[in-house]
């Protein structure tokens, strides 16, 4: 399981929410505590989601609080096992810097370091960088392989054993050992090697999450675990079915690429409760925001006045055309009450849906979820994001962890190894060496 360490919780108006910890958002103990508490209920990793600009709505402003590179180093050295996932985009950025960047989070991890891989599609990024607008995604795509492909090639090559430090005799590490990589692609040129020595890990976990075809090509190349949303059963087994036959396709093992769909759980003793939950934190949003985006999706003239008003019948199949999820959503009630939704309930479930992927219940209910989707296929693993932070994630250890690890679910204990080796995923060997040459003794 990985945990989304949270900012302002899930929908992004849940800091409203009298519960909230929204003060404690510069306290790097608020982060900590959330850390530790992962932890606690052995969660494989933290993954930190960032961004390259301010997201334009205000009531988002602080969600991307701050750089994920110095945030997970620091909560290393708070914590022994839990990995420690950062979010950083290849379009404006060079692999030699975040390549070493990397390497030293894994050394001073002891072997829990990781990347989540974003090409930066906003044009909010661009502009932060001096470029009009977003670049075309087939750019960006190309740019991500061939980062990708320099970022591996710099982790291997430096060897296992090419630190000799040996005191007596003067060697302090073997130059045969260590190789300049001469990559020359379209957008870099680098010599290399990096100037810090293979890792416990040799490459950190590699995550992607773009749904678009160019994403899931380059996650069936070079991604370990792959983000998504959670949808139906029947729709998270193709897509990781799809995932396993694209990894197959590019000469990997179908077992190296996990699915790792996102669940926002509202855990309470009665389902009753985390209903109404829910209810209070989808209403603490915008009504004319989450309004105007199903009146942009169904080309229906609506405003916020039409929130409490009932989805006329004509538009029913249309909003299951647009949104074919919501028939299985487990949290809508949508196939049962459909004919007496409102404007307002569709826009509370789109908003969840593009806030976060809730499931609400009881522990039982939602470990069961869990477990059958597990045993069934229809993923490897989930990503929890907590709808109030830290309380959701509290709630979520304390009462459905212990039902997931009773099933043989989830981990009672880390034992040994990096975050590689718990997961069970294999360092690729398939690196090109081609352009490799000695790197001392050479002109």
């Known amino acids: 399981m990985n945990y989304v360490l949270g900012t302002q919780g899930t929908p992004w108006a849940a800091w409203r929410h009298p519960e909230s910890q929204i003060d404690r958002i510069a306290d790097f103990e608020f982060y900590l505590s959330q850390a530790q ?16 600009g301010q997201f334009p709505s205000a009531d988002a402003a602080l969600f991307w609080a701050h750089d994920p ?60 960088h001096g470029e009009a607008s977003a670049r075309p995604s087939v750019d960006r795509y190309q740019r991500a392989d061939e980062f ?23 060697q302090l590490v073997d130059p045969d050992k260590i190789r300049a990589i001469n990559f020359t692609g379209e957008h870099f040129q680098i010599r290399g ?15 992607q999450a773009g749904p678009s075809t160019s994403g899931r090509n380059l996650a069936a190349r070079h991604a370990d675990l792959v983000y998504a949303h959670f949808g139906s059963m029947d729709e998270s087994r193709g897509y990781r079915e799809s995932l396993r036959s694209s990894a197959s396709d590019a000469g990997r ?6 699915l790792v769909p996102n669940i926002a759980p509202i855990v309470k003793s009665t389902e009753a409760e985390a209903r109404r939950l829910c209810r209070e934190l989808l209403d603490l949003s915008d009504p004319a925001r989450a309004i105007a985006v199903v009146a942009e999706a169904l080309a229906v003239e ?13 538009y029913l199949d249309r909003a299951i055309d647009c949104w074919p999820w919501i028939n299985d959503d487990p949290l809508s009630g949508w196939q049962r009450d459909k004919r007496h939704a409102t404007w307002g309930d ?26 059958d989707g597990f045993t069934s296929g229809a993923f490897d693993g989930v990503s929890v994001s907590a709808p109030l932070v830290p309380h959701s994630l509290a709630e979520f250890v304390e009462h459905v ?21 718990r997961l069970a995923l294999p360092v690729s060997q398939c690196v090109d060496r081609t352009a490799w040459t000695e790197y001392y003794g050479a002109n």
């Open 37 to 52: 508490i992962a932890e606690a209920g052995c969660f494989d990793s933290l993954f930190w989601v960032d961004h390259l």
């Open 69 to 128: 590179m110095l945030l997970l180093a620091s909560l290393a050295v708070r914590t022994q096992h839990i990995g420690l996932i950062a979010t950083v985009g290849t379009t404006y950025s060079h692999p030699y810097p975040l390549a070493r960047a990397l390497a030293s989070l894994d050394h001073l991890s002891n072997g829990r370091a990781g990347w989540n891989v974003v090409t930066s599609a906003s044009d909010i990024a661009a502009r932060n």
């Open 148 to 170: 990708l492909n320099a970022a591996v090639q710099l982790w291997h090559a430096w060897e296992t054993d090419a630190v000799k430090a040996d005191r007596a005799g003067g």
């Open 193 to 207: 090697p990096l100037s810090t020595m293979r890792t416990p890990q040799v490459v950190p976990i590699i995550c």
């Open 253 to 258: 093992s179908p077992d190296a690429i996990k």
């Open 302 to 314: 609506l405003c916020a006045h039409d929130f409490n008003a009932r989805i006329p019948p004509e």
């Open 346 to 371: 569709l826009a509370r479930l789109i908003e969840a849906r593009r806030a976060g992927d809730f499931i609400i219940g009881t522990p039982d209910h939602i470990a069961e979820l869990i477990s």
């Open 401 to 421: 962890v212990p039902l997931l690890q009773k099933s043989g679910i989830q981990r009672r204990t880390y034992g040994s190894g990096t975050l590689r080796d």
